[in-house]
C-alpha cells in the first residue's frame, strides 16, 4: 500500500541514484576522450599556425647569405642578389667604399639622405650601417661579393636593428642606394654599370618598390618603424601574444583531468 500523505507536508520524492551534474566551470569534463583529444588537437594546430606566423616575420637566411643579426626576433629585412656584368668586386668594391666615404659633397643617400657608416671591411665583405634622416633608427648591412659569370656577384642583406614589420622599403633601398648605377637613377662617384638584381627577398610586411628609394625633391618618405607603421605593428605583435595566449590556454584546458568527485559521462 502507497504511503499516506500527511496533512501540510510535501511528499519527498526519489529519484534513481545518477552521475552528480559538474558545475558550469568544469563543462568540460563531460566532454568524452574522443571529443577532448580533438580539441586538444584543435588547439594544438592554432597554437602551430600562430608559431609558423611568428616564424615567417622572423628573416630566414638562405644559403650563401651572411646577415648582420638584429636584438629584435621580429624585425624587417630585406636580401638581394645582384650581378654587375663585366666589372670585377674590386671596382665594385670600391665604388661602394667611394659613396660611403663621399657623403654628403660627392654623395649622397637618395632615399631621404640618410647616413651610411662603414664597419669594417675584408676583401671581399663589407659591414655597414645605415641611419634615418632623422637620425631615429639604425639598420645593418652586409655585402658579400664573388667574382661569377664574367662580372661579380652580390650578396646583400639588411635588417632593422628594432622591432619591426612594415618598412617602407627601407631595407631594400639600403642595399639598392650602394649598388645602382646612372642608368638605375643613382650618381655614381668612381665606377658606373648596369645592375641586374637576380634575388629579391623580404620578411613580411617589408617592402621592395624601388620607387621609394627615390622619393620626390622636397619630399620625405616613411623609414620603418616610423610613426605611419608603428601601430600596425604594434597590432601585429599583440596579435601574436594573443595567439599565443589563447593557444596555449585552449591546450592546457583540453589536457586537464577532471576535478575529483566528477566523472566523465561516455556516450
Not at 583529444?37 to 630566414?60: E, I, N
Not at 648582420?68 to 665594385?92: E, K, L, T
Not at 617592402?207 to 604594434?234: I, K, Q, R
Not at 605583435?237 to 575529483?260: C, I, N, T
Request: charged share 20%.
Amino acid at each position: 500500500l502507497a504511503p499516506r500523505l500527511q496533512p501540510g507536508k510535501e511528499q519527498p520524492q526519489k529519484f534513481p541514484p545518477t552521475v552528480r551534474d559538474p558545475p558550469v566551470g568544469a563543462a568540460a569534463c563531460k566532454m568524452p576522450p574522443a571529443a577532448r583529444k580533438a580539441a586538444a588537437a584543435a588547439a594544438a594546430s592554432v597554437l602551430v599556425g600562430v608559431l609558423a606566423r611568428v616564424a615567417t616575420a622572423v628573416p630566414y637566411i638562405p644559403e650563401g647569405f651572411s646577415c648582420p643579426g638584429s636584438p629584435s626576433a621580429i624585425h624587417a629585412s630585406a636580401r638581394i642578389v645582384v650581378h654587375i656584368a663585366n666589372v670585377s668586386c674590386d671596382h665594385v668594391v670600391r665604388e661602394v667604399k667611394a659613396r660611403v666615404a663621399g657623403q654628403f659633397e660627392r654623395w649622397h643617400d637618395p632615399h631621404n639622405n640618410g647616413t651610411y657608416a662603414l664597419v669594417s671591411a675584408k676583401p671581399r665583405s663589407l659591414s655597414l650601417t645605415r641611419t634615418t634622416h632623422n637620425e631615429e633608427y639604425t639598420d645593418k648591412l652586409d655585402l658579400n661579393f664573388a667574382e661569377e659569370h664574367h662580372g661579380c656577384e652580390i650578396h646583400g642583406c639588411s635588417e632593422s636593428q628594432v622591432f619591426s614589420v612594415l618598412d617602407y622599403s627601407t631595407n631594400y633601398c639600403n642595399l639598392r642606394m650602394l649598388l645602382c648605377g646612372a642608368r638605375d637613377g643613382c650618381r655614381p662617384v668612381l665606377h658606373d654599370w648596369h645592375a641586374t638584381e637576380t634575388t629579391v627577398q623580404h620578411s613580411i610586411g617589408a617592402g621592395t618598390d624601388s620607387s621609394a628609394c627615390f622619393p620626390e625633391e622636397g619630399t620625405v618618405l616613411a623609414e620603418a618603424p616610423g610613426a605611419p607603421g608603428s601601430a600596425l605593428a604594434g597590432l601585429f605583435g599583440a596579435g601574436v601574444l594573443l595567439g599565443l595566449a589563447v593557444g596555449a590556454a585552449l591546450a592546457l584546458r583540453a589536457r586537464r583531468p577532471a576535478p575529483a568527485g566528477y566523472q566523465h559521462l561516455e556516450e
